[in-house]
């Protein structure tokens, strides 16, 4: 099986990250221009060590640089969270934080926190399913990355976006769903239907302006994916985004939304979820 390296540093890695950025990028310019919007809050469920690949720019290629780099281009505050469940690699995350934010206009507040203008950033040791949500208010524009090594490693807890959708109406989010890393397909059936559940907590808390879009990268062995929360409004915009992200680094993605192509999106689910022994059957 991959290691923990191999995975989260995939030759696919730098078509998510530009995903990731196009996605900061938008949500920075919609709440600036949002009245009843008076701050942003943005979560990392799994900020890992925060070191890009080798001659990669910090800012553009890690979702701790990204989430750090759009914050400081808001007109609104902005609280990041960043969150590392392993200690060894918190202290890395640490003292990447340390040499890289000063260069984005970062000062020191404390141990592990920092500010720039009207963007805050803290980063915590621990688990990412246990990320509290009291502080945010109906006013926040509320962004989560749930970005594991592999479907087996979600790191959003069953009832999160429940909890956010009843405390803000503004809420975006993006999880990345590695099917067949290392070939956790031949997994027993019982473990890949609960992968299905993971993705019903996210439709389940889905408010009526709000899709949810699946996009898999073709032709792809370990089957990566990607969920989007996104406004209805937004379907024209953001699929093109999705598209423009990783075609630029050679990859074509199958995509459908969960209300709005409905059947696309089930079989999509099942082709991820599935072998094609199941599929046939």
């Not at 995975?7 to 949002?34: D, F």
């Not at 926190?113 to 509290?132: E, F, K, Q």
């Not at 009291?134 to 524009?141: G, Q, Y």
Request: aromatic share 8%; with cysteine; charged share 25%.
């Amino acid at each position: 099986m991959p290691s923990i390296m191999d995975v989260g540093r995939s030759r696919r890695t730098p078509a998510k990250h530009a995903l990731m950025s196009a996605i900061c990028g938008k949500e920075v310019g919609a709440a600036g221009s949002i009245r009843g919007i008076d701050r942003l809050v943005w979560t990392d469920l799994t900020a890992g060590d925060g070191v890009p690949e080798d001659g990669m720019e910090w800012r553009y290629n890690c979702s701790p640089g990204i989430l750090a780099h759009h914050a400081t281009k808001s007109t609104k505050p902005v609280m990041v969270t960043l969150y590392e469940i392993q200690p060894a690699t918190f202290d890395r995350l640490i003292a990447t934080l340390t040499e890289q934010l000063p260069w984005l206009g970062y000062e020191r507040t404390g141990e592990t926190s920092w500010r720039c203008r009207l963007a805050t950033l803290v980063a915590t040791c621990g688990n990412g399913a246990d990320a509290p949500v009291d502080h945010i208010r109906r006013t926040d524009a509320v962004l989560v990355s749930n970005d594991p090594n592999a479907i087996t490693t979600w790191a959003m807890r069953p009832t999160f976006a429940e909890e956010i959708a009843r405390r803000a109406w503004c809420f975006r989010s993006i999880s990345t769903m590695g099917c067949n890393v290392g070939g956790l397909k031949r997994s027993d059936t019982p473990t890949r239907a609960g992968w299905f559940e993971l993705v019903k907590q996210q439709e389940t808390a889905l408010p009526r302006h709000r899709d949810l879009l699946l996009a898999a990268i073709e032709g792809d062995s370990a089957q990566w994916a990607y969920l989007l929360c996104e406004p209805v409004k937004w379907r024209n915009q953001v699929r093109p985004m999705v598209e423009t992200a990783f075609k630029r680094y050679g990859y074509s993605l199958e995509m459908a939304w969960h209300r709005g192509q409905p059947d696309a999106y089930e079989d999509l689910k099942r082709k991820l979820f599935l072998t094609r022994r199941e599929l046939t059957g």
